[in-house]
């Protein structure tokens, strides 16, 4: 086993990472929580608001 064959081996292991990642960015399971992420922000400007 040479040095070439270790960085091509990681490489396709980096890239099988990022295409996980993708996909689980992007599955419709994690929509709901990741609007809910997104609102976050937010939260604190509806509770502000209600005690004025």
């Given amino acids: 086993m ?3 064959f270790l960085r091509a081996l990681s490489t396709l292991f980096i890239f099988l990472a990022f295409i ?3 996909v689980w ?3 419709g399971k994690r929509k709901s929580a990741f609007e809910e992420a997104a609102n976050l922000p937010f939260a ?5 608001q209600r005690g004025n």
């Fill in 44 to 48: 604190d400007e509806d509770e502000s």
């Fill in 25 to 27: 960015a992007y599955s």
């Fill in 2 to 4: 040479d040095i070439n």
């Fill in 20 to 22: 996980g990642i993708c």
